[in-house]
């Protein structure tokens, strides 16, 4: 009997002319897939206080950065740098830098700052407002786009009216203000130095001076009362000499002071009020200063006297 053929094997997978191929590749998948989730990181982008969550390819904190749309300025902190690698799981700081116009104490000038509020930016600045007067809270929040701010410190200035001294700690932006808040009225026509709308800042003088209701003809203003200061008092506003006694620039005895409207001391009050009270004072003599400046009197009109200059009169001070 014929026996039966037997069936033909079938082929063996491995043994197939294309398994090698087919391991090659599966493991190139294999190895592709391990590389691309080694780059996959899941990172936290934290942008001016706001949270948000990446998860991406990147290899650097730049590569993040875009990735999550994060724009980044030339001035703005990025924590860490942008070169710098970045692992799984990392948090990446972003701070904006925000322009601030900053007027401390009457002066202006422009800064970029990280800070999110007030308060963090006059730190960042170095400005420490102790006592003083801001124009926003120290909580506000500081826009992206920028604020106006404005910080007033405690100042110590002081007020000369004649007799009068007041030495007082302020945060006033004016010297307006200041007198108002020392409760120093002025009669119309008072001079004030510096000017009232001018900023007073630390150890600022100001002098209110009483009006100056006579006018000063020219040539009386013309004469070389310079010269005739440094004369009698070595040009010193507040000399003062306990023979007379004689004070100020022009030695004035206290009875002449107050002939011409002088109040107080004339050592208090600035050179220029002197000056105009001493001019009052040659007027109201008609002209005859002999009797007030016997000695020194002719340097008003350029002349040298006779007899040699004595020493100017001695100037103290109280």
Same mark, same amino acid.
Not at 101 to 125: I, K, M, W, Y
Not at 221 to 247: F, I, K, R, T, V
Not at 257 to 277: F, H, M
């Given at each position: 009997?014929?026996?039966?053929?037997r069936a033909?094997?079938?082929?063996?997978?491995?043994?197939?002319?294309?398994?090698p191929?087919l391991?090659?590749?599966?493991?190139?998948?294999?190895?592709?897939?391990?590389?691309?989730?080694?780059l996959?990181?899941?990172?936290?982008?934290?942008?001016?206080?706001?949270r948000?969550p990446?998860?991406?390819?990147?290899?650097?904190?730049?590569?993040?950065?875009?990735?999550?749309?994060?724009?980044?300025? =030339?001035? #703005?902190?990025?924590?860490?740098?942008?070169?710098?690698k970045?692992?799984?799981?990392?948090?990446?700081?972003?701070?904006?830098? &925000?322009?601030?116009?900053?007027?401390? #104490?009457g002066?202006?000038?422009? +800064?970029?700052?990280?800070?999110?509020?007030?308060?963090?930016?006059?730190?960042?600045?170095?400005?420490?407002?102790?006592?003083?007067?801001?124009?926003?809270?120290? +909580?506000?929040?500081?826009?992206?786009?920028?604020?106006?701010l404005?910080?007033?410190?405690?100042?110590?200035?002081h007020?000369?009216?004649?007799?009068?001294?007041?030495?007082?700690?302020?945060?006033? &932006?004016?010297?307006?203000e200041?007198?108002?808040?020392?409760?120093?009225?002025l009669?119309?026509?008072?001079?004030?130095?510096?000017?009232?709308?001018?900023?007073?800042?630390?150890?600022?003088?100001?002098?209110?001076?009483?009006?100056?209701?006579v006018?000063?003809?020219?040539?009386?203003?013309?004469?070389? *009362?310079?010269? =005739?200061?440094e004369?009698?008092?070595?040009?010193?506003?507040?000399?003062?000499?306990?023979?007379?006694?004689?004070?100020?620039?022009?030695?004035?005895? =206290?009875?002449?002071?107050?002939?011409?409207?002088?109040?107080?001391?004339?050592?208090? *009050?600035?050179?220029?009020?002197q000056?105009? &009270?001493?001019?009052?004072?040659?007027? +109201?003599?008609k002209?005859?200063?002999?009797?007030?400046?016997?000695?020194?009197?002719?340097?008003?009109?350029?002349?040298?006297?006779?007899?040699?200059?004595?020493?100017?009169?001695?100037?103290?001070?109280?």
């Amino acid at each position: 009997m014929r026996g039966k053929r037997r069936a033909p094997r079938p082929p063996i997978p491995w043994r197939s002319p294309w398994t090698p191929a087919l391991c090659v590749a599966s493991m190139v998948a294999l190895g592709g897939l391990v590389a691309t989730s080694a780059l996959v990181k899941d990172v936290v982008v934290v942008a001016d206080g706001e949270r948000r969550p990446f998860r991406g390819i990147a290899g650097t904190v730049g590569e993040v950065l875009d990735g999550a749309g994060v724009p980044v300025g =030339l001035a #703005d902190v990025v924590r860490p740098a942008t070169h710098e690698k970045v692992s799984d799981g990392a948090t990446i700081e972003v701070l904006r830098a &925000r322009p601030i116009t900053l007027t401390l #104490d009457g002066r202006t000038s422009r +800064h970029l700052v990280t800070a999110t509020s007030v308060g963090e930016a006059l730190a960042e600045l170095d400005v420490t407002p102790a006592g003083g007067r801001l124009s926003a809270p120290p +909580h506000d929040a500081v826009p992206l786009e920028g604020m106006e701010l404005t910080v007033d410190t405690r100042r110590t200035v002081h007020v000369v009216t004649g007799t009068r001294r007041v030495s007082a700690r302020t945060t006033a &932006r004016t010297v307006r203000e200041v007198l108002r808040k020392e409760h120093i009225s002025l009669s119309r026509g008072s001079q004030v130095n510096p000017p009232l709308g001018s900023f007073p800042e630390d150890g600022t003088v100001i002098t209110v001076t009483p009006p100056r209701d006579v006018p000063i003809p020219p040539e009386v203003a013309n004469l070389d *009362w310079e010269a =005739l200061a440094e004369c009698e008092s070595a040009g010193d506003s507040l000399a003062y000499n306990p023979e007379g006694p004689y004070y100020g620039l022009y030695q004035f005895s =206290l009875p002449m002071w107050r002939v011409v409207g002088g109040i107080g001391l004339p050592s208090t *009050w600035p050179a220029d009020e002197q000056t105009y &009270r001493a001019q009052l004072l040659y007027q +109201h003599v008609k002209g005859r200063w002999k009797g007030q400046w016997p000695t020194c009197g002719p340097l008003l009109f350029g002349i040298t006297p006779y007899q040699p200059t004595p020493a100017p009169r001695q100037a103290l001070r109280r």
